[in-house]
């Protein structure tokens, strides 16, 4: 009786032991702490299902991924990815790609100079809009292509990501950057059809993210840019000897609203001509089959120890532009 009383505790014991496991191998996977200075992500939710374009369903968890195939119902306000497609941050900034048709990369203005992507939007789906102690999500971007995304300009439209094939996205994190690999298989746009890989990475202490573009065919019209505001002048670098330049803007252009600078960096080889798009201030390539390489950036007046005034804001890019031209 004893013996019997005796394996009945162990197997109750055994039985806890086993169902706090499986509790603890359902939480969704965090950041490791440290004193980490990047980081990137991608967080979809579970336990749901797809209703149409939408993802519904009650005790939702959100679980990050290293790798996802994007789901072909997948669309703008599908609630299915966090905060709508990937992100990655350093101590200065953070910014999340829309992984949809909308293809646009925001910011996230941060006041800190800790890691915070991991806890953003899970509270309520678009909570990253409202003012917070880390910071917010900054940047009005509406029909553009935010700050540094691409698209390819026939002329007269940009074309973000309406019809492709399939999408994936990779995430990788180390002691030295932070980076979100994303490929779009057979992307159209009029009768043009390419698969195009990007890798968007951040360095640690930096605001710039450092974007790598690839194309299987040499295509026309392949952009880059940045939301345009009409009251926003914009800037261009002042140095035109060396093999790199950018161009910026500087002003009220925050969904708070207060001060936001942007800025890209490119070599002027790989650029063909600046268009003046409908939303965008344009960089349009040259075509080619080669990686080509740019840099883009968004440094708010929030920002711990940040950059205030436009002038502050001229000789910062000035500072980074006398780097680029050394380095090359």
Not at 99 to 118: E, P, Q, Y
Not at 269 to 280: R, S
Request: hydrophobic letters at 35%; proline letters at 3%.
């Amino acid at each position: 009786m004893i013996i019997n009383k005796i394996c009945g505790v162990l197997l109750l014991v055994l039985f806890v032991q086993l169902s706090c496991k499986q509790k603890i191998s359902q939480k969704p996977t965090e950041q490791i702490d440290g004193p980490s200075k990047t980081y990137a992500e991608i967080s979809i939710k579970e336990g749901g299902r797809w209703e149409g374009r939408k993802y519904v369903g009650e005790n939702i968890t959100f679980k990050n991924v290293d790798f996802l195939r994007a789901p072909d119902s997948l669309t703008d306000h599908s609630y299915y990815i966090r905060y709508e497609g990937p992100g990655w941050e350093s101590n200065k900034v953070g910014y999340r790609l829309y992984l949809d048709w909308r293809n646009a990369i925001d910011i996230f203005g941060k006041k800190v100079d800790t890691m915070v992507l991991s806890q953003v939007g899970r509270d309520n789906y678009d909570s990253y809009h409202e003012n917070a102690p880390w910071g917010q999500d900054i940047l009005k971007a509406g029909k553009s292509l935010g700050i540094g995304s691409y698209g390819r300009y026939d002329g007269t439209t940009t074309h973000h990501f309406q019809k492709v094939d399939s999408t994936t996205v990779a995430i990788s994190n180390d002691s030295n950057a932070s980076s979100v690999l994303v490929n779009y298989y057979g992307w159209k746009t009029d009768n043009v059809a390419t698969d195009l890989s990007a890798n968007l990475s951040i360095a640690p202490d930096s605001r710039m993210t450092k974007a790598t573009l690839q194309t299987s065919e040499a295509i026309e019209g392949l952009v880059t840019g940045m939301v345009k505001f009409e009251e926003i002048t914009l800037m261009k670098s002042d140095d035109d000897s060396g093999g790199w330049a950018y161009i910026a803007t500087y002003g009220e252009q925050t969904l708070v609203p207060d001060k936001l600078g942007m800025a890209l960096f490119y070599r002027k080889k790989d650029v063909e001509k600046m268009v003046d798009g409908e939303f965008d201030h344009l960089l349009q390539f040259k075509p080619t089959t080669e990686p080509i390489s740019y840099y883009f950036l968004g440094a708010w007046e929030q920002e711990k120890n940040g950059i205030t005034n436009s002038q502050q804001f001229k000789d910062y890019l000035e500072t980074l532009l006398t780097d680029f031209n050394r380095q090359s």
